[in-house]
């Protein structure tokens, strides 16, 4: 067995696209994880979605085995990490349980906002980074102007990175050698006692709930009686393992060793991730630090369209509740649109994500509301309440103020667009805090209300740059806005899943753009509707639904005929106005959807 001195225990960090997967699909090949025959591209992005998106959403561990050029072998337990902010919960978890990541770069783009993002993350825990310039078989690449940019942005040495390039497998060997000269060994005793940190866990329908460890001391067998440190419960190991990227039984993991062990815990909510695992007869008296619990951002209203799908649904959210820890749901109900779940959500591609595993994975037709953020309403009396939906909002009388997250935006982006860029983040209330260049590319910094990111942002940001700018975000708190409930009135009715907290200056404007969308989506009747906008009991918009009209006169003609028509209209209208007393609207499906889409600005 070897000593704890040849484990390398690394994360692969970097912006979306820039080449994560396909780097440890060449690392794999080249230590012989997989035979030829079952290398397939992106071997470790496991899910139908990841694969056909070309995107990694869980972070996945491979054990490899590697003979380097001094004669030795070392151990090389390889984390591949998503890159997108939405997943990046997955990112820090990952890192904690490495000494080191190696950070890659695309040679033609550059480092984008995720790049730095990823990067200051494994930084604030002392990781040693290794930079890689991915790419380079391109004729678009631009190794040393990327060597600058990482040392001007980031302020990495770049004498010690590697070019590479993915696709060829160019540099993928002393990518490994770059590995074991500068990464550092993990640190830990194999005869201390059992210490684990648990890094993962997801459900699987054979074994139940499967446990990603990270072992810091100690060792951990088959058979033997371990405790969770955070919910005092004890559990036999009935399974040691580890990913080679397939699953292989063992009988230990030593100190400083990533694998997987099932306990035969059915229930995902009683393993917590961050937690701390030692063995049942010597207990630690301190738990490790764990990991700070991810905070769902972003929440809207999930309905099936057909109200008889609801405990498919119901059904659907608990199994990929099962396997996603950061996402929540509580039932929900609307007058407009029946029974539901407000669901929790960690930014808008996990919104995005989330809904089409349900619709592809569990058939279900879904109906989303608008997303919005958690609002803290402060009251006159000194309570402060967390509001997710809008239609909840206290009455006014009794709110003193309402708070709304905030964010802390890094934006980089070709210069030509700086100008665009800046208007846009002006338009959404944003406060620019810093603006640096690089080359030709600018560095912005600005703090914008989370309110208006969550709708359209990322999408007008590539829509203006043509796609070259990127965009990263974390949470810097909450502030004080002068924000108000907007309410959608059809025919009198309020329709609750149309209500939104908007600012005050621009309530008016969205709800004219709202009324007039619904005017042309919900069909005529028989009589006039009228679609208002308000703030409290004050109407600050309205459209009108004309009715149909249909021609009572045609048959009339002859003597007396204005009387006769005077009393078949008086007859008509007393037939609508009764009919509009009791027709209820139909507003269909297209009508919500197309206020989601109406764009904020």
Known sequence: MSTIDNIRNFAIIAHIDHGKSTIADRIIHKCGGLTEREMKAQVLDSMDIERERGITIKAQTVKLNYKAKDGKNYILNIIDTPGHVDFSYEVSRSLYACEGSILIVDSTQGVEAQTLANVYQAMDINHEIIPILNKIDLPASEIEKTKNQIEDVIGIDTSNSVSCSGKTGEGIEEILE???????????????????????????????????????????????????????????????GVFTPKPKDIEELNSGEIGFIITGIKNLSDTKVGDTICEASSPLKEALPGFKPSKPVVFCGLFPVDSSEYQKLKDGLAKLKLNDSSFSFEPESSSALGLGFRCGFLGLLHLEIITERLEREFDINLLTTTPGVVYKVHLNNSKVLDLQNPSNLPDPTIIEYIEEPWIKATIITPDQYLGSIIKICQNKRGIQTNLNYSGNRAVLNYEIPLNEVVFDFNDRLKSITSGYASFDYEIIGHREGELVKLSILVNGETVDALAMMV?????????????????????????????QAAIGGKIIARETIKGFKKDVLTKIHGGGARDRKRKLLDKQKKGKSRSKQFGKVEIPQEAFIGVLKINKD
């Open 503 to 531: 600012h005050k200056d621009f309530a008016q404007t969205i709800g004219r753009e709202v009324c007039e969308k619904l005017k042309d989506l919900i069909p005529r009747h028989n009589f006039m509707i009228p679609v």
């Open 178 to 240: 770059k590995i074991i000269q500068i990464l550092p060994p993990p640190k830990g005793n194999e005869n201390n006692i059992l210490k684990c940190l648990l890094v993962d866990s997801w459900y699987d329908s054979y074994l139940g709930v499967v446990i990603l460890i990270r072992v810091i001391d100690g060792k951990i067998k088959k058979n033997m009686k371990i405790k969770m440190m955070s919910t005092n419960q004890e559990y036999i190991v009935e399974k040691v």
